[in-house]
C-alpha cells in the first residue's frame, strides 16, 4: 500500500475569475528592477523549445544566463522532431475558435486531469506565440492571399494549427534558436554544449547550482546561480523503444526528485497512434508519423479475419481488399471525429483490433493509414505538397511507397504528461528550482492533444517563466554571487564521483543496451497501453530484479576521465530504472483509467475509458524517501470551479 | 525483399584532436537490410563491447533525419550513397552482401575531429550567433497576420530554412566552404518582410564571421547541393552573393 503524505500542497492559483487569474497575477507580482537584474544569475538547463525560449527572453530582460546543452549545439533538442503544428486560437479560419474553447478542449482532451487555472493561462497565451514567431521570420504555412494557414488536429472540431509542413517543431526551434544565438551574441547568455547535468546542488533549502559533466573531456563541472529551471524534456526513453531522440533522457528531473523535488503523475505516458512498427530486436529508436496525416487519411483493418490472417502471411496486398471488406474502425465507432479522435483514443482502438486478431503486416502489430480517398479527392500533387516528406521519411524506412500502398503503423511511446511537479509559477518544491516545458507535469493532465507540446513549451519559456521567476528572484536582490567551492559543491562532487567509481568498478558481462531493452520490454508489457494490478505488481518486482543486475552486471568499457558514451548511457540508465518503477507504483495507485493511463479493470461496457472523479481526481506527488525505500504520496486536489467534468465524448 | 548480409566495415578511429588516426576492419555478420546504417553501427558497438574493445564514437540523435547531428562519410559521400536523407536515414539495404564498406569523419578546416567520427561543429553556431536571426524581444510583437507575406516567398523561405546544419555541405566542398549553410540562413530572411531591415547587416557579418573561421571560398562546383540531405538550393548562395554586393556598395 501506497503510503499517503497528508500535507496541504500549495500550488498557488491566484484569486479572480478564470479569465482574470493570470491577468491579477501580472499585475500583483514583484519585479527585479534592471540594475537587479544584472546581479542575478539564472541556470538554464536544456535548448528545446522552452529551455532555449527562455534562456533567450531572461536574457533579453537583462538576467545573467547560463544556458546547458546535451548535444553540440542547442539547435538539436528534440523539439526539433515535432512534426505537425502549434495550436493557437487565433480563429482566423472563422470557424468558431476561441480562448475559452482551446482551454476547454485541451481540459476535456487531458480526461480533467489538469488544473484549470494552469490551462487557462496557457490557451491565453497562445496566441502571443505566433506573433512573436511570426516576428522571428518562422515560415508558416500561408495562403495565396499571405495569410497564415491552419490545419485540424485531433481533439478539436475547429482548424487552430499553425504550421511549417510537417517541420514545425524544427521551424519554432530554429526561431527561438536565432533569439538564444542574438542573446549569446550580445552576451546576455553564456552557452555550454556538450554537457549533461549530474546534480542539482541546494544550499540552505534552496536551488543554487548544478554540476554537469564535460562530455567531451570526462571532467565534472560547477556552476552556481541564484536559480535553476530545468527544462530537459521527458522520460520517454524509459522504454527504450519511443519516438524521442537517442540522448532524450530523465535524468535532471530525477535529481530534482532525489533533491526532494515531488514528482506528478509519473504514470501518464502517451502513445502515439501513428508510428512507424517496429521490425526487430535491434531497432533504436522509432520513427512518428506526424498526427496531421489524420487529416487525410483514413485508419482500418480487415474487417474478416481470414483476410487478416492472409496479408501477414503475405498472400494478401491491402488493396487486393474490397471496400466492403474494410473496417474503418475509428470511423465506426466514434463517428463525429472519425479519423481525429484523440491520441489515446486512437491508440487504445488500434491495439483493440491487433489484440482482436486484425492487425496487418508481418508481426500482425500494425494498421492501415490509407491515403487513397484523398488523393483521389484532392489529386497527388496536393498530397505531396501537405505530407510529402513524411511520405519520403515513410519509404526510406520501409522501402514502400505509400501513394500507392497504405501506409503501416502502430502505436508507440511519445510523450509523458508526468513530470517534476509545479505550481502555478513553474516553481518545483525545492525554492529556486524551476520546471518548464514536458519536463514538468502541467498542463496536459492525462493526454496532451496534439500539437499542444510546441504551445505549451513556448508558453512556459517565452510568456510564463520570465515573468513569474521574478517573483522569487525579486527576494534574491540582496543575495551576493554563489562561489563554487562552497561545501555543498564539494559534496555533491563526491557523491557523483562516488557514483561513477561504483558505475565503473561493476565490471560485467553485459552492455547498458542489453539491460535497457530488458527494461523496455517490462515497460510496454506492463505499464504500456493497457495495465492491470497484477501486471503492474510483477512489473515492479521485475524492475527491482533488474537493478540488481544493473548494479552486478554491467560492462562499461573505457575511462570515466574522457569521452565515454558508454558511461554516459549508464548514468542515465540507472535513473530510467528508478523512473520505470515509480511510473509503475504510480499506475497501479490509480485504480481508475483516465487518458493515456487505461487500467483494464475500470472500462465501460464498449472499452472506453472509466474515470474515477470521487476518488481519483487528485494529483498524485510522489516524494523520494530514500535509496531502496517506497515513496510516498501527496494529494493535489484537483478541484474544479469552472468545467463540469463528463465523460469525454467523440462518438456525438 | 530486405535479407540478411554479411558486411565490412573499414572505419576511422582516431583517439583526440591532436592524436593520428587509422583505418580498423571489422567483420559483421547477419545484418538485417531493413536495419538502419546507424542500428548496424550500434550491433558493431555491442559486438565490440562484448569482446572487450572500444565501442566507436559517433555523433547521433533524433535518428529521423532532423536534428542534423549525425554525419559520417560513406563511401565517399556525406550521409552515404542514398539521396535527401541523413545518415540516420541510410538503411542497409543500400548495401550488398561482402561488401565493404569506408565510413570516415567529416574532414574539414572548419571541423576537427573530437574522436573517431565525432567531429567539432561549433563553428556553424558561431556564424550563427554572429547575424543569424531577426532582432526581435520576446513580447510585444504584431498581430501575426498584420504581415502578408506571398504564397511563394514563404515557401521559398521555407525551402531555404529547411536546413538542419549538419555540415555536408562545407564537409563535401574541395574548398571547404561554408556559403551553402550561410545562404541558407540569408536567404530565408532575405526573402521575408521580417528580415529584410537587417539584411545587409547579416549578410555581411556572417559571411566575416565564417572567413575568420577558415572555411574557404565558394568555386560554384555545386558539389554541396548534390550531397545536401535536405536539397537545399545553390540559388541561395547567388542570393546570398547578391545581397553581400549590394551591402558592399551601398557601404
Known amino acids: 500500500m501506497t503510503q499517503i503524505d497528508n500535507k496541504k500542497i500549495d500550488s498557488k492559483i491566484p484569486q479572480g475569475t478564470l479569465e482574470g487569474k493570470w491577468t491579477n497575477y501580472k499585475d500583483h507580482q514583484k519585479l527585479v528592477n534592471p540594475a537587479n537584474k544584472r546581479r542575478l544569475d539564472v541556470i538554464v538547463v536544456g535548448t528545446g523549445l522552452a529551455g532555449a525560449s527562455a534562456a533567450a527572453s531572461l536574457g533579453e530582460m537583462g538576467f545573467n544566463v547560463l544556458n546547458f546543452c546535451i548535444q553540440d549545439s542547442p539547435r538539436r533538442a528534440h523539439s526539433i522532431a515535432a512534426q505537425g503544428g502549434i495550436n493557437a486560437a487565433k480563429n482566423y479560419p472563422n470557424d468558431g475558435d476561441s480562448v475559452y474553447r482551446l482551454f476547454y478542449d485541451t481540459i476535456k482532451g487531458g480526461d480533467y486531469r489538469a488544473r484549470e487555472a494552469n490551462v487557462y493561462r496557457l490557451a491565453e497565451v497562445a496566441n502571443e506565440i505566433i506573433d512573436q514567431c511570426v516576428a522571428q521570420g518562422v515560415p508558416f504555412a500561408r495562403d495565396y492571399g499571405g495569410l497564415l494557414d491552419n490545419r485540424s488536429f485531433g481533439g478539436a472540431q475547429v482548424s487552430r494549427t499553425f504550421y511549417a509542413r510537417g517541420q514545425t517543431g524544427q521551424q519554432l526551434l530554429l526561431g527561438a534558436y536565432s533569439s538564444l544565438s542574438r542573446a549569446v551574441h550580445k552576451k546576455q547568455v553564456k552557452l555550454f554544449t556538450r554537457r549533461e547535468m549530474l546534480d542539482l546542488v541546494m544550499i540552505d533549502g534552496r536551488a543554487r547550482g548544478i554540476l554537469v559533466r564535460n562530455l567531451v573531456t570526462g571532467e565534472i563541472e560547477r556552476y552556481a546561480a541564484h536559480a535553476v529551471v530545468i527544462a530537459t524534456g521527458g522520460y520517454g526513453n524509459t522504454f527504450f523503444l519511443s519516438t524521442n531522440a537517442m540522448t532524450s533522457n530523465g535524468s535532471a528531473a530525477w535529481q530534482c526528485y532525489k533533491k526532494g523535488a515531488m514528482f506528478a503523475n509519473p504514470c501518464m505516458t502517451q502513445i502515439h497512434p501513428t508510428c512507424i512498427p517496429v521490425h526487430g530486436e535491434f531497432q533504436s529508436k522509432l520513427t512518428l508519423m506526424s498526427e496531421s496525416l489524420r487529416n487525410d487519411g483514413r485508419i482500418w483493418v480487415p474487417k474478416k479475419l481470414e483476410d487478416a490472417v492472409a496479408i501477414r502471411e503475405g498472400k494478401l496486398r491491402p488493396t487486393d481488399i474490397k471496400e466492403e471488406n474494410r473496417d474503418y474502425y475509428l470511423e465506426r465507432r466514434y463517428p463525429a471525429f472519425g479519423n481525429l479522435v484523440p491520441r489515446d483514443v486512437a491508440s487504445r482502438a488500434a491495439k483493440e483490433r491487433c489484440d482482436a486478431g486484425y492487425g496487418v503486416g508481418n508481426t500482425g502489430l500494425a494498421v492501415y493509414l490509407d491515403f487513397a480517398d484523398a488523393i483521389q479527392r484532392l489529386g497527388k500533387d496536393v498530397v505531396e505538397a501537405r505530407y510529402g516528406n513524411l511520405f519520403q521519411m515513410y519509404e526510406k524506412i520501409v522501402d514502400d511507397n505509400p501513394y500507392q500502398t497504405p501506409m503501416m503503423i502502430y502505436p508507440a511511446i511519445h510523450y509523458t504528461m508526468g513530470g517534476v511537479w509545479v505550481d502555478y509559477e513553474l516553481m518545483t518544491s525545492i525554492p529556486g528550482c524551476f520546471c518548464i516545458g514536458e519536463a514538468n507535469f502541467s498542463d496536459h493532465g492525462a493526454n496532451r492533444l496534439g500539437a499542444s507540446a510546441l504551445m505549451q513549451g513556448l508558453a512556459d519559456g517565452y510568456f510564463v517563466l520570465p515573468y513569474t521567476i521574478q517573483n522569487y528572484l525579486s527576494d534574491q536582490i540582496n543575495v551576493p554571487r554563489f562561489k563554487t567551492d562552497a561545501p555543498e559543491f564539494e559534496q555533491a562532487e563526491k557523491e557523483i564521483n562516488d557514483r561513477v567509481e561504483r558505475l565503473m568498478n561493476i565490471k560485467g558481462t553485459h552492455s547498458v543496451d542489453y539491460i535497457h531493452k530488458k527494461l523496455g520490454h517490462i515497460m510496454w508489457d506492463f505499464v504500456g497501453m493497457g495495465r492491470d494490478a497484477e501486471g503492474l505488481k510483477k512489473a515492479i518486482a521485475d524492475i527491482k530484479e533488474l537493478k540488481k543486475e544493473f548494479w552486478s552486471d554491467l560492462r562499461i568499457p573505457g575511462d570515466k576521465d574522457k569521452l565515454n558514451v558508454e558511461l554516459e548511457k549508464a548514468l542515465r540508465l540507472a535513473d530510467f530504472i528508478e523512473i520505470g518503477e515509480l511510473m509503475a507504483h504510480d499506475a497501479l495507485d490509480r485504480e481508475e483509467s483516465c487518458g493515456g493511463h487505461f487500467r483494464l479493470e475500470y472500462q465501460t461496457p464498449d472499452g472506453e475509458a472509466l474515470r474515477n472523479d470521487e476518488k481519483f481526481a487528485y494529483v498524485s506527488c510522489w516524494e523520494y524517501q530514500g535509496e531502496d525505500k517506497d515513496p510516498m504520496m501527496a494529494k493535489e486536489p484537483l478541484d474544479y470551479e469552472f468545467v463540469v467534468r463528463q465523460q469525454r465524448n467523440y462518438k456525438a | ?251
Open chain 2, 1 to 251: 525483399m530486405d535479407k540478411d548480409i554479411n558486411i565490412k566495415i573499414k572505419v576511422w578511429r582516431q583517439d583526440g584532436p591532436k592524436v593520428k588516426g587509422r583505418f580498423e576492419t571489422y567483420e559483421l555478420k547477419n545484418i538485417s537490410q531493413g536495419s538502419s546504417f546507424l542500428e548496424m553501427l550500434d550491433i558493431l558497438n555491442e559486438q565490440l563491447i562484448n569482446e572487450g574493445g572500444s565501442p566507436v564514437v559517433f555523433d547521433h540523435d533524433c535518428r529521423e533525419g532532423i536534428c542534423g547531428m549525425c554525419s559520417l562519410y560513406i563511401n565517399g559521400h556525406p550521409h552515404g550513397p542514398d539521396e535527401d536523407i541523413t545518415t540516420c536515414q541510410l538503411h542497409m539495404r543500400k548495401f550488398k552482401e561482402g561488401e565493404t564498406i569506408t565510413i570516415e569523419p567529416w574532414r574539414s578546416a572548419g571541423f576537427p575531429v573530437i574522436k573517431d567520427l565525432m567531429v567539432d561543429r561549433s563553428a556553424y553556431d558561431k556564424i550563427i550567433q554572429a547575424g543569424g536571426y531577426v532582432s526581435v524581444n520576446t513580447g510585444g510583437t504584431p498581430d501575426a497576420n498584420s504581415i502578408l507575406i506571398p504564397y511563394e516567398d514563404a515557401e521559398m523561405a521555407m525551402d531555404a530554412a529547411a536546413c538542419v546544419g549538419c555540415g555536408a555541405c562545407a564537409a563535401t566542398c574541395k574548398n571547404g566552404s561554408a556559403m551553402l549553410f550561410v545562404s541558407a540562413k540569408v536567404s530565408q530572411f532575405a526573402l521575408l518582410p521580417q528580415g529584410r531591415p537587417e539584411a545587409a547587416r547579416r549578410a555581411k557579418a556572417m559571411v566575416a564571421k565564417m572567413e575568420e573561421l577558415g572555411f574557404g571560398n565558394c568555386t560554384n562546383t555545386g558539389a554541396c547541393e548534390v550531397e545536401c540531405p535536405k536539397s537545399i538550393s545553390i540559388t541561395n548562395i547567388a542570393r546570398l552573393n547578391r545581397e553581400y554586393l549590394c551591402a558592399k556598395f551601398k557601404d
